[in-house]
């Protein structure tokens, strides 16, 4: 049930691609629980998603944008305040991809013009958005910036490449830039570190259902999924986390903590 928790906050989602993402259950909740927001994603994106079904759902302007274009960020925000009425309340970035990871390189093998661009659109399209929004002055005070990062920047996942080095660097982002923007504006900036979720990127990573199966067993609690997820972001959003900033946040129903669980063993 709805608690009208972001009642007249404004926002924009980041990386919603179809029904799966995260990031589309997060715009939802955000819309349930009061918020007005504008959607994004790549050009490139929109062509294969239902981003303009959801904005239609929502009320919603979807306004094309390439991460790792200034130009495309600035008419972003702009469009966005345009839209809303006013300076944005909060920001989700759910972006990644790895041409490495797609192609099935091996981390001992990988391509190294495909790394840099993982490195630009995973982990510098955050510092990025989060620039464009401070030189804008865009950001009400107090405001909320999440990104969505996985445990791989701590702990080793061989299958996970190089992402793994890019949600390192997207957590040393938030953490960077959040003391910038608390001293400034007094906005937060947070990483939420989520379970293994079925999305449609999550999924085309090698061996996806199996580490899926055993994060289950290995979490007290079993894998948070994408609605779960979509709570904690509105709860990040909302003002009862007004002091919460440059924290890595897990997720993941205590998967993060665990060093054996006898569900495991006994597999």
Request: with cysteine.
């Amino acid at each position: 049930m709805a608690k009208g928790l972001l009642e007249g906050k404004r926002g924009i989602v980041f990386g919603a691609l179809d029904e799966q993402s995260i990031a589309w259950a997060v715009a939802e909740k955000c819309v349930a629980e009061g918020a007005k927001i504008t959607l994004t994603n790549a050009p490139v994106a929109l062509r294969f998603g239902g981003l303009q079904k959801l904005g239609e759902k929502l009320n919603a302007k979807v306004i094309p944008a390439d991460a790792t274009s200034l130009e495309d960020l600035e008419n972003l925000f702009t469009e966005s305040m345009e839209a809303l009425g006013g300076k944005i309340d909060f920001v989700l970035h759910s972006i990644g991809m790895s041409l490495n990871v797609r192609k099935k390189r091996e981390y001992t093998n990988v391509n190294y013009d495909w790394m840099h661009k993982t490195f630009d659109i995973s982990a510098m399209s955050f510092h990025r958005v989060m620039q464009t929004a401070y030189k804008m002055d865009a950001m009400n005070d107090w405001g909320s910036i999440i990104a969505l990062t996985y445990i791989a920047a701590q702990r080793v996942f061989p299958d996970y490449s190089e992402m793994a080095e890019s949600k390192a660097l997207l957590e040393s982002f938030a953490r960077s830039f959040g003391y910038h923007y608390a001293k400034s504006k007094k906005v937060r900036v947070n990483t939420i570190s989520q379970s293994p979720t079925w999305t449609t990127a999550g999924s085309g990573v090698k061996g996806f259902q199996e580490f899926f199966d055993y994060a289950e067993k290995m979490s007290p609690l079993g894998n948070a999924d994408a609605a779960s997820c979509a709570d904690f972001c509105v709860t990040m959003f909302s003002d009862y986390t007004r002091m919460v900033t440059m924290q890595n946040l897990y997720h993941d129903g205590g998967f993060s903590l665990m060093g054996m669980a006898p569900e495991v063993l006994e597999k």
